[in-house]
Structures are given as structure tokens and as C-alpha cells.
T-cell receptor, first 110, second 117 residues
Framework: GQQVMQIPQYQHVQEGEDFTTYCNSS?????IQWYKQRPGGHPVFLIQ?????EVKKQKRLTFQFGEAKKNSSLHITATQTTDVGTYFC??????????FGSGTRLQVQP | GAVVSQHPSRVICKSGTSVKIECRSL??????MFWYRQFPKKSLMLMAT?????????EQGVEKDKFLINHASLTLSTLTVTSAHPEDSSFYIC?????????????FGPGTRLTVL
């Protein structure tokens, strides 16, 4: 079955440092989505990437979808304490359920 | 934006009892809803796909007789954990896929934290 790997599992940064999490799928995806989950909360949709090589930006967040549509990354520039949480990528094929990556837990030291 | 509610948000029950969790799409119709389970500090694992008017499709390793899913309408799916045991304690999250729309964005409910004593 489809597997989605995500690294790193955990990252601790100083406020102001950059952060990147990487996602790799065992199969070609129709789209990849990114979610953020705060401690005790539920996943909140951040963005969806559909096209090969697509790059999207949301303020300090930059999302990339690989040319082969099997990998993706999320980069946060100049982290803030409000960025704390677990970031999940989730791959989808057609209108099927999402396969979530293992998540990257981000801790930001003020 | 689309809103999905879940009820209850938290439930504590005794071992051996059954618990029903509701997932509702409040402002859109969803032919498909998904049920996920998340253990502490772990990722979301898909349990089953619920399609309106038909039987749910369960993922490998998920007991369909233990986790009963009913998708009776385009806005409601229910998950019943039967004869709950402490190992069933987890965070259960549903998501709904709008019937219409160009993209495949799913909308998540706030989750239900189940604790079985």
C-alpha cells in the first residue's frame, strides 16, 4: 500500500531560525496536502499542491511539490513561537483517503 | 469555510461498554467521510472510509464488528466502538469530502478523545 515517510521526526530551533520538513511517498500522488496540529488540537489544513514542481507561499511558509509528484517539503523562514506544533504531510491519490506522514514536531525556543 | 463537527469531544467509559461518535458536515454535503485514529504523539491512521448509503470500507487490521460505521445521510456518519477496552483509548478524528468541488480537500472534525477505564 501507499506509504508516506516524513523527516525529521522532531526539530528544536531557536526563534528566528529556519525550519524544513521533508515528505516522500512510495507512489506517485495526485496531490499532497499539509496540515498543522497544535498540541491537543486537530489537524488544520494549510495547503494543497497539485501540479508537478509546484511552489506555493503563505507568508513565511514555502511549500514545494517535486517534479515526480512523490516528494514535498515545507520550509518556514524565521520561525516564531506561534509555529510550534506538528506538521503533517498527507498524500492523496484521486478522491481516496489521505495517507498521512509520521509528522514533524517543531519546538521553538524563544 | 466548510465546517465539520464531532460529538462528543471527550468521553470516558467503562471497559465493555459501547460508545457512539457522531461526525456531521454542517454546511455541505459529503458522500464520503473518513475515520482516523491517532495515538499520542503519533500520526493519523485511517480506520475506514464511509460512503453514504453503502457499507464502509475498513483498512487492514481494523475490526469491522468492533468499529461499526453508519453513514445514513449526506451530512452524518457515526462510529460506534463496541465493547470498548483500554487499548481503544485514543483520539478519533473524522473528515468529510465535499460532494462537489474541484479539489480533494478534506475537512476535519475537532476530534473525540476516548478514554476507556
Amino acid at each position: 500500500g501507499q506509504q508516506v515517510m516524513q523527516i525529521p521526526q522532531y526539530q528544536h530551533v531557536q526563534e528566528g531560525e529556519d525550519f524544513t520538513t521533508y515528505c516522500n511517498s512510495s507512489t506517485t500522488l495526485s496531490n499532497i496536502q499539509w496540515y498543522k496540529q497544535r498540541p491537543g488540537g486537530h489537524p488544520v489544513f494549510l495547503i494543497q499542491l497539485v501540479k508537478s514542481g509546484e511552489v506555493k507561499k503563505q507568508k513565511r511558509l514555502t511549500f514545494q511539490f517535486g517534479e515526480a509528484k512523490k516528494n514535498s517539503s515545507l520550509h518556514i523562514t524565521a520561525t516564531q513561537t506561534t509555529d510550534v506544533g506538528t506538521y503533517f504531510c498527507a498524500g492523496q491519490t484521486g478522491r481516496r483517503a489521505l495517507t498521512f506522514g509520521s509528522g514533524t514536531r517543531l519546538q521553538v525556543q524563544p | 469555510g466548510a465546517v465539520v463537527s464531532q460529538h462528543p469531544s471527550r468521553v470516558i467509559c467503562k471497559s465493555g461498554t459501547s460508545v457512539k461518535i457522531e461526525c456531521r458536515s454542517l454546511d455541505f454535503q459529503a458522500t464520503t467521510m473518513f475515520w482516523y485514529r491517532q495515538f499520542p504523539k503519533k500520526s493519523l491512521m485511517l480506520m475506514a472510509t464511509s460512503n453514504e448509503g453503502s457499507k464502509a470500507t475498513y483498512e487492514q487490521g481494523v475490526e469491522k464488528d468492533k468499529f461499526l460505521i453508519n453513514h445514513a445521510s449526506l451530512t452524518l456518519s457515526t462510529l460506534t466502538v463496541t465493547s470498548a477496552h483500554p487499548e481503544d483509548s485514543s483520539f478519533y478524528i473524522c473528515s468529510a469530502l465535499p460532494r462537489t468541488g474541484a479539489y480533494n480537500e478534506q475537512f476535519f472534525g475537532p476530534g473525540t478523545r476516548l478514554t476507556v477505564l
